[in-house]
């Protein structure tokens, strides 16, 4: 023996491949402490992207940061309802930079490829503040991260004309988690909008400042016809492809919008292009009413039907204003639908389809009829307020709000009472990221955004 006998060094009949797999461990141990050892001069270089200095805005753009591998995307499914749980708020330090709840430096920044865009779709509503974050790809765009909170910053505000210290409270809360979010995901285009909450109130500017000043996000407050229009683009996709004419309404906290569109005439073969949109909406207008608002006028805790109907007579008669109300009356009956994104139609095909927990998969996309939207409101309208709270596709946040919803809903559907319609779990956040990668060429040489449109065609991660 030329020395003493010993362990051998692992086995040498092994395979190769288990032998790599051995050293692999060894090289993973050593990567995971580099990781370790650069995380903090990435996270410093996050905190500075949104310094006071450096305000977040539709112009600027966020240089993506990278962080350990393997960071996981979150599940969207849930995130319109907020079945997701709610992220632990962040505060903002004294230059503004992000600085999560667990007292770190910054958060850890996901690892994209080189040259990767990663795009986010923030909307600050009346009742809810709302973020996606997506990547494009083939032919659409796939969901990495999304927020959704209901943070009420239109409480009061029909009352008052003016956003409530508290609720503005809520609203930053709600802002500051996703800055973080646009941090962690390293995006670096973006829009961020406010809509009627901050279109009326009073103090909306100051609002806006307060913001800025403490999250360092600066948001667009975009008009009515803006936010129509993003809405119909965000949902084209459920367009029936042999619809002639269909009206598309997004009933929101402060505001109602609807769009009708006419394709009769027009040849779409399934495809509703941004250009083939703007040319067969033949009218959209924006009513002042949101769930907020009538819950507040009319009362949302315990509503009787003589309540329920006053609701709906109040929008009607709105409604009745609308020229473009009677475009679709001479088209076949079988050929027109509507189709409806917003919070209180996601509800009622949740309720509809007896979930026990919201799934938009299932939602999403879901044709309803006449009687079975009437049998929805009555089983809403006969439960108690504790009996909706309890319910998993309302919940304690949206259960004073939903009937106001339905009767919102009750006063379009009775415009066209033969119409079906269809359920959007999808709308004006989705028509920001499509408008945002088609102005950046995200799918050229296939068909455009054109192919983004398609039935199908979102994934979420």
Known sequence: M??????????????????????????????????????????????????????????????????????????????????????????????GAA?????????????????????????????NCRLLVAKPTRNAFRVVDAFSRVCRLGQGLALTGRLSDEAMDRAVEALASCRDKLLINGVNRHRLIATEACRRAENGAEFLDRVHEETGL???????????????????????????????????????????LDFKGRKTNGRFAGSMLRKAAVGWTSLPVGVVGVAERHGGVDVPPDIFNAMVGEVAEMLDAFPAIKALDKHPRGRVHLLGTSGTVTTIAGVH????????????????????????????????????????????????????????????????????????????????????????GAWQGQGGNTAALQPGSEQRA
Request: with cysteine.
């Open 2 to 95: 030329d020395g003493p006998e010993g362990k051998p060094p692992g086995n040498p009949g092994a395979p190769a491949h288990r032998k790599r797999k051995r050293r692999g461990k060894r090289g993973g141990r050593a990567s995971r402490r580099r990781n370790r050892r650069n995380t903090h001069s990435a996270n410093t270089h996050s905190a500075n992207a949104l310094s006071a200095n450096a305000p977040v805005s539709q112009t600027q753009t966020i240089q993506p940061q990278e962080s350990p591998a393997g960071a996981s995307t979150t599940d969207a499914a849930a995130d319109a309802h907020g079945d997701k749980p709610k992220a632990k708020p962040g505060k903002a330090n004294g230059n």
């Open 99 to 127: 600085r999560p709840g667990n007292g770190s430096a910054a958060p850890h920044v996901r690892r994209h490829a080189p040259g990767e865009a990663v795009y986010a779709a923030l909307d600050l509503g009346t009742n």
């Open 218 to 260: 600066t948001l667009e407050v975009v008009s009515r016809e803006t936010e129509a229009h993003l809405a119909v683009a965000g949902c084209a996709s459920l367009i029936d492809p042999n619809a002639t004419g269909v009206v598309v309404f997004d009933i929101g906290g402060g505001s109602t919008e609807i769009v009708v």
């Open 353 to 440: 389809l007896g979930l026990k927990r919201y799934d938009r998969r299932r939602v999403d996309g879901t044709w309803m009829g006449p009687h079975s939207i009437r049998t929805v409101n009555e089983r809403l309208m006969a439960m108690s307020y504790d009996e909706r709270a309890a319910n998993a596709c309302i919940g304690r946040d949206r259960a004073d709000l939903v009937l106001a919803g339905c009767a919102i809903f009750e006063a379009i559907r009775l415009r066209w009472p033969w119409a079906r319609v269809r359920v959007a779990d999808r709308g004006l956040r989705e028509g920001i990221l499509m408008s945002l990668m088609a102005e950046d």
